[in-house]
T-cell receptor, first 115, second 113 residues
Framework: AQSVTQPDIHITVSEGASLELRCNYS??????LFWYVQSPGQGLQLLLK??????LVQGIKGFEAEFKRSQSSFNLRKPSVHWSDAAEYFC?????????????FGQGTELSVKP | KAGVTQTPRYLIKTRGQQVTLSCSPI?????VSWYQQTPGQGLQFLFE???????NKGNFPGRFSGRQFSNSRSEMNVSTLELGDSALYLC????????????FGSGTRLTVV
């Protein structure tokens, strides 16, 4: 079955420190991959997406993610975290050429930032 | 350009009632998807509409239904509400012709009492 795993439910980092959020997926073929961020009580904001090509993807707010086919992973990184990055982060997949609008989400990783 | 608009933002209903939620997609987008978000189950796909046709459906009971109008606006209906239907309901809009990303609305917070 198709699934997305975010192994870390909660992560705390110090402001200015680097960040890596992990995401592994189980899928028959290389899917489309996404990272979204959600602030409390809000909708989801797209940080970045991977469809094909360069496996290192740049997104908004200084985030990047690297697709590793051999590890079925799509980890999110940021070199220096800001207090405003505290939020919940979701990794999601969709079948390549997705015509059915269905995203499969991981359970999310809540990020706390220490001053 | 305007984002995805969901109305209402908050709703309180009594068990057994029905509710209708609305989603207006980004102008030009023809696909609208609906998701339920709860602390226990996370984000779960309900269904997707493209050009007024349901193209995909998740594993939810028939009490959950939807429709899409010719202007791409979509409504989601839940009949015979149960306490477990309390959730944040999110809709997402996309062009629908490929995985170019999905833009989400701010959601409707439904509380069933």
């Amino acid at each position: 079955a198709q699934s997305v795993t975010q192994p870390d439910i909660h992560i705390t980092v110090s402001e200015g420190a680097s960040l890596e959020l992990r995401c592994n997926y189980s899928y028959g073929a290389t899917p489309y991959l996404f990272w979204y961020v959600q602030s409390p009580g809000q909708g989801l904001q797209l940080l970045l997406k991977y469809f094909s090509g360069d496996t290192l993807v740049q997104g908004i707010k200084g985030f990047e993610a690297e697709f590793k086919r051999s590890q079925s992973s799509f980890n999110l990184r940021k070199p220096s975290v800001h207090w405003s990055d505290a939020a919940e982060y979701f990794c999601a997949v969709a079948p390549a050429g997705n015509q059915g609008g269905k995203l499969i989400f991981g359970q999310g990783t809540e990020l706390s930032v220490k001053p | 350009k305007a984002g995805v608009t969901q109305t209402p933002r908050y709703l309180i209903k009594t068990r057994g009632q029905q509710v209708t939620l609305s989603c207006s997609p980004i102008s030009g987008h023809r696909s609208v998807s609906w998701y339920q978000q709860t602390p226990g189950q996370g984000l779960q796909f309900l269904f997707e509409y493209f050009s007024e046709t349901q193209r995909n459906k998740g594993n939810f009971p028939g009490r959950f239904s939807g429709r899409q109008f010719s202007n791409s606006r979509s409504e989601m209906n839940v009949s015979t509400l149960e306490l477990g239907d309390s959730a944040l309901y999110l809709c997402a809009s996309s062009s629908g012709t490929g995985g170019y990303g999905y833009t989400f609305g701010s959601g409707t917070r439904l509380t069933v009492v």
